[in-house]
């Protein structure tokens, strides 16, 4: 029964910790006018406190054995190796567009009424 109640205490205590997160998340949000980046960084810092908690104790992470990290490399591999690989495909071309031989053929020089230099369409 004692571990029952101890069990209890911190299922207690996590959730009191994640209210006052919550809290904390909902005041940081009012001042984003003023600091945008500031703001956007302290809410990413509080929801990944919140995680940090969710996954520790309510996913029962933090009474495992160190095998939780087999699992976990493979993925942090794949999470940092995905956005890298992709980057010349999708990062650098969606950003920096150059117009094709196509679109200079066309008379398309990025206008976007699709009129020419002349202002003919």
Do not use: Q
């Not at 960084?41 to 995680?51: D, E, N, P, R, T």
């Not at 029962?60 to 493979?74: C, F, M, T």
């Amino acid at each position: 029964m004692a571990d029952h109640d101890s069990h209890d205490k911190i299922y207690s205590r996590v959730f009191v910790a994640l209210c006052v997160f919550t809290v904390l998340s909902a005041i940081a949000d009012l001042f984003k006018e003023a600091t945008p980046a500031v703001v956007g960084v302290v809410v990413l810092a509080i929801a990944v406190a919140k995680a940090t908690c969710v996954m520790l104790f309510f996913m029962h992470l933090k009474w495992e054995r160190g095998w939780k990290y087999v699992l976990l490399a493979p993925t942090t591999i794949l999470a940092i190796g995905l956005p890298i690989a992709l980057m010349p495909d999708i990062g650098w071309s969606y950003y920096h567009r150059v117009p094709t031989e196509t679109m200079i053929e066309a008379g398309h020089h990025g206008d976007s009424d699709g009129a020419d230099d002349d202002g003919n369409p």
